[in-house]
């Protein structure tokens, strides 16, 4: 069965800490991959998606993401954290199945 | 990209009642879908409304229960009928554009059932 798992449900750093969500996938066939942020208050955006090419793909606000097809694995991550950053981080895929996401990971970030 | 209008943006309602929420795009969109974030957990889709023809559901989800309306290319509705506190929910309206692959979604609505 299609699934996500993202293993870390809350996260809290100080700002400046370096982050790394972890996102594991389930999913037969060719694979688009997304992480979405929802700020507070706002609706979900898109922090950055694969579908092809460089596994080693770049976002938005300083965000990366490595795709590594053996480990079923998108990781998300930013090497110096700020306070904005807070926020519920989703990660998703789709194909040729509709989009299946995982439970999200709230990010908190200390100033 | 596209801008989504969701209404209302959250509501608290009695059980047994209905609730309708609408979603407004900014552009004309083929297929619009409907999801529910229960809380704690992921985004779960509820089904997919295409313009001139019925929604279509994902197991779990039946016609009755979620009635949908897509009169048009920018427009859909999504009811959430005989409601019980188990409806407690985000639902979120999203739409996919011809020729990318992301999707984009509305601000939600947070339904609260008593």
């Known amino acids: 069965a299609q699934s996500v798992s993202q293993h870390n449900h809350h996260v809290i750093l100080s700002e400046a800490a370096s982050l790394e969500l972890g996102c594991n996938y389930s999913?037969?066939?060719?694979?688009?991959l997304f992480w979405y942020v929802q700020y507070p208050g706002q609706h979900l955006q898109l922090l950055l998606k694969?579908?092809?090419?460089?596994?080693l793909v770049k976002g938005i606000k300083g965000f990366e993401a490595e795709f590594i097809k053996s480990k079923f694995s998108f990781n998300l991550r930013k090497p110096s954290v700020q306070w904005s950053d807070t926020a519920e981080y989703f990660c998703?895929?789709?194909?040729?199945?509709?989009?299946?996401f995982g439970t999200g990971t709230r990010l908190k970030v200390l100033a | 990209s596209a801008v989504i209008s969701q209404k209302p943006s959250r509501d608290i309602c009695q059980r047994g009642t209905s609730l309708t929420i609408q979603c407004q795009v900014d552009?004309?969109?083929?297929?619009m879908f409907w999801y529910r974030q229960q809380p704690g957990q992921s985004l779960t889709l509820i089904a997919t409304?295409?313009?001139?023809?019925?929604?279509?559901?994902e197991s779990g989800f039946v016609i009755d229960k979620f009635p949908i309306s897509r009169p048009n290319l920018t427009f859909s509705t999504l009811t959430v009928s005989n409601m019980s506190p188990e409806d407690s929910s985000i639902y979120l309206c999203?739409?996919?554009?011809?020729?990318?692959?992301?999707?984009?979604f509305g601000q939600g609505t947070r339904l609260t059932v008593v």
């Open positions: 999203s739409v996919e554009l011809e020729g990318r692959t992301e999707a984009f």
């Open positions: 999913y037969g066939g060719t694979v688009n």
């Open positions: 694969y579908f092809s090419g460089d596994p």
């Open positions: 998703a895929v789709s194909g040729t199945y509709k989009y299946i």
């Open positions: 552009s004309q969109v083929t297929m």
């Open positions: 409304a295409n313009q001139g023809s019925e929604a279509t559901y």
